[in-house]
């Protein structure tokens, strides 16, 4: 088990870029899928936990990972210019 300062070092070393988001719109026109529930580590669960309350969404944080993860995909909204 990761003592606390561990942790915090962990989460400080991994800060991916942020996501392209639609300029100042309410309505989102990508497509949107839902992920079943899954089950994973607690450690890794308390790190993710961590990163929500800080950026106050479990979506934003998931969506980071998984947009980080991947390379950096063209989201779904995104239009080729």
């Known amino acids: 088990m990761m003592p606390n ?11 991916p870029p942020p996501i ?6 309410k309505e989102y026109k990508g497509e949107r899928e839902t992920l079943p529930g899954c089950r994973i ?3 890794l669960f ?19 990972i998984l ?5 950096r995909p063209k989201l779904s909204f995104e239009v080729d210019e």
Do not use: C, H, I, N
């Not at 300062?5 to 800060?15: C, H, P, R, V, Y």
């Not at 969404?57 to 969506?63: D, F, T």
């Open 67 to 71: 947009w980080t993860y991947y390379g």
């Open 5 to 15: 300062a561990a942790k915090e070092t962990t989460t400080a070393q991994f800060e």
């Open 20 to 25: 392209p988001r639609k300029p100042k719109s």
């Open 46 to 64: 308390d790190l993710f936990e961590e990163d929500r309350k800080k950026a106050g969404s479990a979506s934003l944080v998931m969506q980071k």
């Open 41 to 43: 580590d607690k450690e």
